[in-house]
């Protein structure tokens, strides 16, 4: 399984996801690809942002090796599923990826924990650290559901 996780910037929110995601695959000896990209394009280059940073390390995960890039259209051919981590972010995902968006692949993060919800990891850019906690909370939660749902043998 090949799994990109995404949201504006890639420093905040979807290099947790990224880690905590690769964290629980390692852990559970699945041999899943997963990376993360942002819609904006700002932050090319740069490391994830100091404070998801502290709040990854302090749950045992090391993202600093991971650098922010810009989603391509062509994600869409490489990856499984593409991960959203809120509404504004699938519009952008949807404009850049034009006709090579497959919205089979296209998964809101937060419908994994909350089925149907169509809820939105807050972003937590230029707020406390207690909002990445809380980010990091969600997407925990969220990444449990998702490798439940891409493991578990479907009964017919
Ligand atoms: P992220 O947070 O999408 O969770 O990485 C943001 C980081 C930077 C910006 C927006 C959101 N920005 O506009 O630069």
Known sequence: MKVLMVCLGNICRSPLAEGIL????????LNWQI????????????RPYPDSQVVAKLNGIDI???RSRSLKAEDFDRFDLIVSMANDVSWQIQRISGNKFHADKH?????????GSNLDVPDPWGRSISAFHEVY????????????EHTSVKQP
């Open 22 to 29: 690769r964290d629980k695959c390692e852990k559970r000896g």
């Open 35 to 46: 990376d993360s990209a942002g819609t904006n394009g700002l932050h090319t280059g740069e």
């Open 137 to 148: 909370q969600l997407l925990d939660q969220a990444c449990e559901a998702l490798i439940e």
């Open 64 to 66: 600093s090796k991971q």
């Open 107 to 115: 998964k809101l993060i937060l419908n994994y924990s909350f089925p």
